[in-house]
């Protein structure tokens, strides 16, 4: 721990308390669930132990004292040393509620806001062998019904602040009913607690993320702890988190981006997490600035009360955000941005999640003084699969870098079917040749929930019996790149070599990504055609330079009921039925909808036909 940080501790935490004291300690904003070590709950065991999964096993390593969470508003800090007796205290009110303990391979969803809570409750899961599943709060009601009804969730847990929407979940018309757990709020400060750990294994223990994909309804991942254990590790040596390393956390926490890569891996590497959510422009500038509004713009945390971020992961459309934003800050907060994350004190800035505009990528670089954005390449079902190096010459424009550690990637050719082997990049013509990125290893995630026939489809049998390969939908090709790939850093070595992956886009048209986030549009187009307004429909990507994609819907009216939709109508029919980022961002309505003789729309070309004039490169404001 740097002497920084400790000092920091004393100033700003206030409330460190003895390494892993045999008392309990209590501290005058310490609340306490369970005062003995053994509680007897209503006829249950309830112990201060955990099983021995890996992420425990670090966070009893980390020093007790740092910081593991802050809550970027307030102000409140979290340590390490009270994380995991908040989590068997939260585990233990899980087996209380459900009037057992033996929760293993039982889902647990779960609305918390982006907090220490979530991070107790997410590992409070785990502990009880569960399969976490997270629920976004800002999705209608129905959404989350479909969610509970198809993973089949025993509990629901919701923070105070999201009882009554949890309240109004359950009020829809659900499968069967789960057990509805409000979780207190936490307020810090709690006592270090002896955690022992146990010598049972992880059970079922994982976490459920639902995606959109070609079908029309999301899929359950389902992700092992083995499986995000692996992509924490391969993680960690990529990016070398570091107990150092501070992050500025301001992504949704229903995404791998959001929970693996800015919670997940950073417990494990005992780094700290600054919760800020939800994202704004202004904000996240002035906490940037922060550390260095001193007169000589000079770093001080204690005198200015915060520690520079070090860390920050988001997504391109963040990145423009802050781009464009950038220009209406005054002098000195332009001044102080600028050096706040300049590489001496931003370590590392990463997009991902979507195409990374190499404008942008040149822009935050030349805004930063040098900070050259690190692009990777990840999916709900595999993590995070390809990146680019921390080498600055390994972060080159329009790639995605190589395989990540642990993770076997291949390309198999579109036209031919063929794994496009080491040296046969190019066809007889010297074209490149374009390839699936398909993919395995221990990173992989099990199995679509209750659906083996999607799981069946994603998969492929491999030749040489190591394990099935999954096919992403991305196609890509690889291609060598001078002057990349020659780090010899002992964590970049050994994947930062050959051939670089540049995506070129996905198989399928009906996958939309917007801002960051995926969007199918079969199951835009089904909620769409169960409005009476809606005879037929199109559901389409339009380019944008904000947006990267923009949900398009291009609609024939059933003249029946209306003849003339605004795209302000069509907003609200469809807020209840879909999360507000799925709900089109452009209607065109039009007469006819031109189809082949199969009766499919081509896509590609009728968005050039319809949205020409909405496609937009210029909006980042550069
Ligand atoms: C918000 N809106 C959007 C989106 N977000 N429209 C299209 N696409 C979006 N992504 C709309 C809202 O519906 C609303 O419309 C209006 O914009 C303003 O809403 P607000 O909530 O204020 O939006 P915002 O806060 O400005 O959000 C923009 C955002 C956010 C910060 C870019 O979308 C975001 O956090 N995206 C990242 C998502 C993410 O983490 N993706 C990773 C998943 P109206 O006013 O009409 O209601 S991918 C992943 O995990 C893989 C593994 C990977 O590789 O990372
Ligand atoms: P999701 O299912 O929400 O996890 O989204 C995964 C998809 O995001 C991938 O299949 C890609 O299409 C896309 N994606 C993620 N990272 C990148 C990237 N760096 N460049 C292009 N597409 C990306």
Redesign the pocket.
């Known amino acids: 721990m740097s002497l920084a940080r400790t000092r920091l501790g004393r100033t700003l935490g206030s409330r460190i308390l003895h390494l892993h004291s045999p008392f309990t300690l209590t501290t005058p904003n310490s609340r306490s669930l369970f005062n003995n070590k053994i509680s007897l709950v209503s006829g249950l065991r309830m112990a201060s132990s955990l099983p021995k999964l890996p992420v425990f096993e670090a966070i009893v390593r980390h020093d007790p004292n740092s910081t593991a969470v802050i809550h970027s508003r307030s102000g409140r800090r979290f340590q390490y040393g009270e994380l995991l007796g908040d989590v068997a205290k939260v585990r233990n009110q899980l087996y209380e509620k459900a009037g057992r303990n033996d929760l293993d391979g039982e889902r647990v969803a779960f609305l918390v806001e982006n907090s220490y809570d979530y991070v107790v409750t997410l590992l409070a899961i785990l502990a009880a062998k569960s399969i976490a599943v997270p629920l976004s709060p ?1 999705f209608p009601a129905s959404e989350l019904q479909y969610i509970i009804n198809h993973s089949e969730a025993l509990m629901l847990l919701a923070s105070n602040r999201f009882t009554p929407k949890a309240q109004e979940v359950l009020q829809t018309d659900l499968d069967s009913e789960p057990i509805l757990l409000q979780l207190n709020k936490f307020q810090g400060g709690s006592a270090h607690e002896n955690i022992t750990l146990e010598k049972t294994g992880p059970g079922a223990a994982g976490m459920m993320l639902y995606t959109s994909g070609t079908t029309n309804r999301p899929k359950g991942v389902l992700i092992p702890q083995a499986a995000m254990n692996a992509q924490a590790r391969s993680l960690i040596q990529a990016w070398e988190y570091t107990p150092e390393d501070h992050l500025l956390h ?3 926490l229903h ?4 929970t693996i ?1 800015a919670i997940f891996t950073p417990l494990f590497s005992g780094s700290t997490i600054e919760f800020m959510f ?3 422009a202004d904000a996240v500038w002035k906490r940037f600035a922060a550390p260095f509004l001193t007169p000589d713009q000079t770093y001080d945390p204690v005198k200015t009360g915060q520690e520079r971020i070090t860390f920050f992961t ?2 391109p ?2 990145y423009s ?1 802050l781009l464009s934003t950038h220009k209406g800050l005054d002098p000195e907060m332009q001044s102080a941005t600028r050096t706040a994350i300049s590489p001496t004190n931003l370590r590392l800035s990463i997009s ?2 979507a195409a990374l505009p190499t404008p942008i990528k040149r822009a935050w670089a030349e805004l930063s003084m040098g900070n050259v954005l690190l692009e ?5 079902e595999v ?2 699969a390809l990146s680019c190096g921390l080498d600055v010459n390994d972060r080159v424009d329009g790639s995605v870098g190589w395989p990540l550690p642990g993770v076997e990637a291949r390309l198999v050719d579109v036209d031919t079917h063929q794994v496009i082997e080491k040296g046969q990049e190019k066809d007889a013509d010297g074209r490149e040749r374009v390839g699936e990125i398909q993919l395995r290893g221990p990173t992989i995630f099990a199995e679509y929930w209750r659906n083996p026939d999607a799981t069946t489809k994603e998969f492929v049998e491999s030749k040489d019996g190591k394990g099935m390969w999954f096919k992403t939908g991305d196609v890509a090709v690889r291609r060598p790149v001078e002057g990349a790939g020659k780090s010899e850093a002992p964590t970049q070595k050994d994947w930062t070599k050959g051939d670089m992956y540049f995506i070129l886009g996905r198989k399928s048209a009906d996958i939309i990504k ?6 199918s549009a079969l199951e835009v187009e089904r909620e769409m055609l169960s409005l009476p307004q809606v005879a037929e429909v199109a559901v389409l990507a339009v380019p944008s330079g904000k ?1 990267g994609q ?2 398009g819907a291009v609609v024939i009216l059933d003249k029946e009921h209306c003849t003339k939709w605004t795209p302000l109508e069509m ?1 609200r029919a469809l807020k209840d039925r879909l999360a ?2 799925k ?1 089109p ?1 452009v209607l065109r309505v039009v007469d006819h909808i031109p189809r082949n003789a199969m009766g499919k729309i081509n896509k590609k070309m009728l968005v050039k036909e319809v949205f020409q004039d909405d496609f937009s490169g210029d909006e980042m404001g550069l």
């Open positions: 800002a301001v992504l949704p995404h791998i981006h959001g890569n939800p994202f704004n988001a997504v459309t963040i955000r991902g999640s990777r390449f990840g999916m709900t993590g995070m917007s801002g960051g986030e995926k969007v947006w923009k949900v907003r507000s980022y709900i961002q």
